[in-house]
């Protein structure tokens, strides 16, 4: 019992220490910022990729269609709300590096999200380790 009274005093002594508190605080708000940006970022590319396949759906072409060049001809279907369109190959993979792209980005901020809470959750005081350290100073 003693053993442990004397570490949660030691746990509580690192704890209390402002200039380690103020590295931790600023840790935590690079942390929240970058995931916060990763964020945002991910679900804006995916909000744009589906505005893309929303106006791809009015202006596509719902049959093959031939183009000027082999290169423009809209040959590649997509399937947008049960509705197939063809678009060219640049298109296809260009919308598909967009929302791929977008995916991850999101990702990378739900991960770093993750990290954060648990980080800045583990900061926080645990309710009954207050009570804890009161004890462990009150044997001194």
Not at 15 to 31: G, Q, V, Y
Not at 43 to 62: K, N, Q
Request: glycine share 8%; with cysteine.
């Amino acid at each position: 019992m003693c053993l442990s009274a004397a570490w949660i005093a030691a746990a509580a002594g690192k704890r209390d220490r402002p200039e380690a508190n103020a590295m931790k605080a600023a840790r935590l708000a690079t942390l929240k910022f970058f995931a916060l940006l990763f964020l945002l970022v991910g679900l804006a590319g995916l909000i744009a990729s589906a505005a893309i396949s929303t106006h791809y759906l009015v202006v596509m072409p719902r049959a093959p269609a031939p183009g000027p060049t082999p290169d423009e001809y809209r040959s590649v279907p997509r399937s947008i709300h049960g509705v197939t369109i063809y678009q060219t190959a640049k298109e296809n993979r260009l919308l598909n590096t967009w929302e791929f792209t977008s995916v991850g980005i999101f990702l990378v901020g739900v991960v770093l999200s993750v990290v954060y809470l648990e980080k800045w959750g583990s900061m926080q005081v645990p309710a009954g380790e207050e009570e804890e350290r009161e004890f462990a100073e009150g044997l001194r």
